[in-house]
Each structure stands twice: as C-alpha cells, then as structure tokens.
C-alpha cells in the first residue's frame, strides 16, 4: 500500500472524482467568473459615481442607478451559478467517495477487520468523508471566487496605476510565509481531530451497542470517563484549530490594512499620482480595500482544504489497502464436498507462533465431523481457513481435489453455509433474514420450509407481523434460543454441501436444543458438516471426533472409539459428565 507523498498528488486524486461532472463544474467557474467580475466592476465603477457626483445631469443619475443595479444583479447571477452547481458537484463526489470506500470494506480481508474497529470505520464513511466535502465544496467555490476577485481588482488596478500597485503588493510574500505556516499546522490538528472523532463513534458504539452489560455491571461512570476523555481530546484539538484561525486571520488583515495604509500615503505624493484624477484615485483605493475581504476569505478557506485533505489521507489510505486475494477462476455450480487438510499451518499476521500446526485430515463427502477441545485450542480457526475468511500459511486445503486457492471467492462461499455462536442478523423482517443476501429470490413457501424445519415457525407464527415482523437491530426483540434457530433456517434454506456449525446450539435450553439437533440431524444427512461443540452430548452420533490441543489434532475416532481409549476425549467426557451430575 502506498501513501500519497504530497497534499497536491491527493488533491488531484480528489479531482478525478470531479471529472464525471464537469459540467456542473464548468457552470460554478462561470459564476465565479461573473461574481469576480462585477466586484471589480464596483470598484471601477466608482471612478463613474464621483463623475456623476460632481456633474449631477439626468443623464448621469441614470446610468449611475442602473449601474448600481446591474452589478448587485450579476453578483446575485455569480453566486447562484458558483454555489448551486459546486455543491451539486460536492454532494456527487461525496456520493461517489463513499460508495468507493464502502465497495473497498466489503472487500477487505478479514485481518483489516481485525485491526480497525467498527466505530472507527464508520466515522470514516461519515465525518471523514464529510470533510472531504469541504475541500470540494466551500474551499473550491470560495478559492475560485475570491481568487478571481483578487485578479481581477488587481487587473484593474496594475491598469490605473502600475506603481502604486507594486506599493500594494509588497506585503504578498509575507502573507504567503503566514499562510504555509497555518496550513502545515491546520494539515497537523486535522489528522488528530479525526483520529479523536473516530475515537468517539468506536466509544459510543460499543457503550450503546452493550448497554445491558454497561447497566449490569455498573459501567455507566467508566463508560461516562471513557467518552468524556476522547470528547476532550477532540475538544483540545478543535480549539487549537479555532485559535490557529482565529491569529491567521486578523495577522493577514494587519498586514493588507499596512499595505492600504502605505498606499495612501504614496498616493498622496504628487510624483507618484500623475496625471489621475479624484475619480480615478476613489477607483484605485476602492479596488485595495475591497481586496482586503477576499485576500482574507481565500486565506482563512486554507483550513477547511487543510482538513479536506487530511481526511482525503484517510479515506484513500483505507481504499489503497489490499483486497482479499481472488485470483481463483473454478466456479462448480455444486460441490460433492469432500475436504482434505493436507499439512495446513496458519498463524495471524505479525504473530511468531503457529496457531494450527500439521493438519492432516481428510473428510469425505456427506461426512459428519465433529471438533471438540479446550477454549483457544484452534477449533474456530481451523473451520475459519475453510471460506477463506483467513490465508493459511502452510501446506494446502482442498475440496473434491481442487485448492480453495482454484475457486473464485464467491464460488467457494457459495457451496457453504455456516451457523456461528454469535448469530448475526440485521434489521429487517424475519423472512429477509433468512432469506439473506443471494437468497433473497426464494419464495415465501421455501422460507417457511427452512424456518420449520429449523423449528422456528412456532415462535415466528406468534408474532404479530408474522414472517415480516421488524426484529430489531441484531434481533434485539428475540431471545437467544429464537435468534440461533432463524441463523440455522438461514443455512437450511442455503441448501450448501458443506456445512459449518460452530457452537449452533450453544444459546438453546435443553427443550429447543433437542428440537434444533433433530432439525440438524435433518439437515446434516447428504451434507459435508463440520460441527464445534461444547457440550459433547450434542455429538456423540458424529462420524469422527477431531479432539485438537495447542493447534494440532491429537485424537480422531468414533464416540465409543474414543472413550475406549481413555485418552484426551476421555478426560473431557468424564469433567462434562461430572459437572452434569
């Protein structure tokens, strides 16, 4: 992944995003283009209104009424055209970026997820990106505006009186210094104000989302300190940026009000002044101080480009990571689902240690295994390399004897369906969440068949929408046995050869759980499963038994095999046994 070197090199990145619309774009220039130059038609016209002053015919006050009307008309036109049309081109961008950044996480391995909290990516695809709406939107509009205001009084005035304005312009590179050092410094602030409002979504999220434990195990005061100190942090960072504006400002105000100041006091020489008249001087120093509120406008815009960019930083960064490698093109419309673990290591990135170690295993299609072991013995990680939500780092895995590396990424997690413990589900109607993501074409008939059959129907068929209840942000309104068993429905409705049940009936009471393992008893015959239990109950009718420890599978055998063998599986049976006792 590589960083952008330079500010410019991601603001013409940022540019390319204007590129479908410039059109629009073209339209804001011509405002600006208009705005700027009846600005500087109203210091020039001022050579007029003296002449009008001092000669008051019909005819003057005429064209001097008209005059006054005709400029604020076409400033009104200016703004209308640069402010419309810019925004229409911003809000696209800002349409067009985030859809970017969002197609990119949908992407992203599952390490990235790993690393970067979920709090955090969403104030990426909120208020990062929002601040990168400024640098488009206000900074553009406003740099064009006033930019042409100033070349354009500055025109007029190097037209009236070349001398003069080099008088004038002799406070610009000083300005130049004070605008370099408040940019770096804006550049600076703006990287940590959106690492702190990153800080804040992660902190709020995670209060609101378990609120029940915050509540529960009396966390309200930590949870109050914890966000009170990252809404400071982001406070502290706001303010520096507020007090860096805020001297920039009135500094390079000062410094035009000096030149202004050294300016009349030239004019007022009669070797510098020449042949102008009082007309033309009330033009000249009109065009000078009406370039003080532009000359300011263009400088102060430096912070909101400033933190466009450091957010465009952020944003790209997230874009420029590496995809999940998909460079598989096997694409069976069905597999029969045999599996082979072939000398398969794993360990996570920036780990010195194996998780997985020498795997060797080979599983035959319509085969039921089961893995059981103690917590952190490598049981999830070991099914997780299966849909390669994880690249194994050692040896191969194969299914029907070709590589998961062979199948395209959408192929292979086609021909499985996987029920974790920590069922997932969305907020949306019991049906579109079992009928979920490619499954969305399957009728009401098929969704009530899987939810049957998964034994869900009997709560299902008590609410008061049915099938299309709202069930709240991730099932919130069900209890954990009801969301289990609409994950399982999820899978028997994806009817996949290969079948991943990590922990399924981990959330159920002993009632639903002979319910759900008859219904997995179903839905296991014909299908490749591999099934993680805790409770060893639930698979002693498993095919073979995988007993793993430390990484590596150190039993395999049948339930009675096993026990027979008074080895590991053994000691496990007799703790659980006894507990139950």
Same mark, same amino acid.
């Given at each position: ?68 009307? #005709? ?18 081109? #911003? ?281 059981? #072991? ?176 430390? #990484? ?30």
């Amino acid at each position: 992944m590589t960083r952008p070197a330079t500010g410019w090199e991601t603001y013409k990145r940022l540019l390319a995003y204007v590129k479908p619309f410039w059109l629009a774009f073209v339209f804001a220039v011509i405002g600006n283009v208009i705005y700027a130059g009846a600005s500087t038609g109203m210091a020039a016209a001022m050579e007029y209104v003296i002449a009008a002053i001092e000669n008051p015919t019909d005819e003057n006050r005429v064209m001097l009424t008209g005059l006054i009307v #005709g400029v604020f008309a076409m400033r009104g036109l200016g703004t209308f055209f640069s402010q419309y049309f810019i925004s229409y081109v #911003g809000r696209n961008v800002i349409n067009a970026l985030r859809n970017d950044v969002f197609d990119r996480l949908m992407k992203l391995p599952s390490r990235y997820f790993d690393d970067n909290a979920s709090g955090r990516l969403v104030s990426k695809l909120t208020y990062n990106v929002e601040q990168v709406a400024e640098a488009t939107t206000n900074a553009v509009t406003i740099t064009l505006r006033e930019g042409l205001t100033i070349l354009g009084l500055l025109g007029f005035m190097i037209y009236t009186n070349w001398k003069l304005t080099l008088v004038f312009l002799t406070v610009g590179p000083i300005i130049g210094l004070v605008v370099n050092y408040a940019s770096k410094r804006f550049r600076r602030i703006s990287k940590r104000i959106q690492g702190s409002m990153g800080d804040i979504t992660h902190v709020a999220s995670e209060s609101i989302s378990g609120y029940r434990v915050v509540r529960t195990f009396g966390g309200e005061d930590y949870e109050r300190d914890r966000f009170r100190d990252v809404s400071n942090r982001n406070l502290r960072q706001s303010l520096k940026m507020a007090s860096t504006q805020a001297i920039s400002v009135p500094v390079i105000q000062v410094l035009v009000a000096i030149a202004i100041a050294a300016l009349v006091w030239t004019m007022l020489s009669p070797e510098i002044r020449g042949e102008m008249t009082t007309g033309q001087l009330v033009a000249f120093i009109t065009a000078a101080t009406t370039m003080a509120k532009p000359i300011r406008q263009t400088t102060s815009v430096h912070a909101k480009i400033q933190k466009g960019l450091a957010a465009a930083y952020d944003v790209f960064e997230t874009m420029d990571e590496e995809p999940e490698q998909d460079t598989g093109t096997w694409a069976p419309a069905r597999v029969d689902g045999g599996i082979e673990f072939d000398n398969v290591a794993f360990r996570y990135r920036d780990q010195l240690d194996d998780v997985l170690k020498e795997i060797n295993l080979s599983i035959e299609p319509g085969q039921g295994v089961a893995l059981v #072991g103690r917590s952190g013995s490598g049981k999830s990680t070991l099914v997780s390399l299966l849909p390669r939500f994880y690249e194994y780092t050692g040896g191969d895995i194969r299914i029907d004897g070709h590589s998961l590396k062979d199948f395209s990424l959408r192929a292979l997690r086609a021909q499985i369906a996987l029920v974790n413990q920590n069922v997932v589900l969305f907020n949306d109607t019991v049906a579109a969440n079992i009928a979920y993501g490619a499954l969305r074409d399957c009728t009401r008939e098929e969704i009530r068949e899987a939810a049957e059959k998964a034994h869900a129907l009997e709560f299902i068929d008590r609410m008061p929408e049915g099938m299309d209840t709202l069930i709240g942000d991730n099932g919130v309104m069900l209890s954990g046995g009801q969301r289990q068993r609409l994950a399982i429905a999820r899978a028997i409705l994806k009817d996949a050869p290969i079948l991943i049940l990590d922990e399924a009936t981990s959330a159920l009471d002993t009632e639903s759980e002979r319910h759900i393992q008859e219904a997995l008893d179903t839905v296991m015959e014909g299908r490749t499963t591999l099934v993680i239990a805790h409770r060893l109950s639930t698979i002693e009718k498993a095919d073979r038994i995988l007993v793993m420890d430390n #990484g590596q599978i150190v039993e395999s055998g049948s339930h009675e095999d096993l026990l027979a063998a008074g080895g590991a599986y053994a000691q496990l049976h007799q703790v659980q046994f006894s507990e139950q006792a």
